[in-house]
């Protein structure tokens, strides 16, 4: 399918670094989170509050298995997209995930600017180490891992680009 996926923890940049490689690469770029609100006329939070987790991951795998069968694109996923196995197996058949790490002590800032993030909300820098921790093994599943400290957008983007042709190219 030849997308390129954006998987990570949250608040890592996934939608910011989209932005950037879309300007490079002229692909579309979908954000799985930005189309649920959308599609429910709710936020992320409303909906984790109003309806719960489950429901939530449910949409979210609605959408990530529509979006995974076009061609082309830029997809940046929630951070606990990856977790799921079937989409996690089928992400990687055919297209480029890239995992972007940040560290967490930067995350943790960037997560309590704002109340966007319902499985950040009210967390200590220690749980959210925790959550992190439990997520690591699946994000490291990806085609590759890019570290995001001290880079700017469009860094990551070339960065991106780089090896997605090397991907491509069969040389990754």
């Known amino acids: 399918m030849n997308n390129i996926i954006l998987v990570g923890f949250m ?21 799985i989170d930005k189309l649920i609100e959308k599609e429910k006329k709710m936020t992320i939070s409303e909906i984790f509050k109003q309806k719960g987790e489950e429901y939530f991951r449910n949409i979210e795998k609605d959408v ?19 977790l799921n196995e079937e989409i996690r197996n089928i ?6 995930v890239v995992f972007l790490d940040l560290d967490i002590n930067e995350i943790y800032k960037r997560v309590n600017r704002n109340d966007f993030r319902p499985l950040a ?52």
């Open 64 to 82: 990530a298995l529509r979006l995974l069968n076009r061609n082309n694109n830029i997809i940046s996923t929630g951070g606990g997209l990856f």
């Open 11 to 31: 608040a890592v940049g996934k939608t910011t670094i989209g932005k950037s490689l879309k300007k490079k690469i002229s692909y579309s770029l979908f954000d």
């Open 121 to 172: 909300k009210g967390k200590t820098l220690l749980e959210l180490k925790e959550l992190y921790k439990m997520r690591l093994p699946f994000y490291l599943k990806s085609n590759i891992r890019i570290i995001a400290d001290n880079k700017s957008p469009k860094q990551i983007a070339e960065e991106i680009e780089e090896n997605y042709y090397k991907w491509l190219n069969k040389e990754i």
């Open 91 to 96: 992400a990687l058949k055919n297209n480029f």
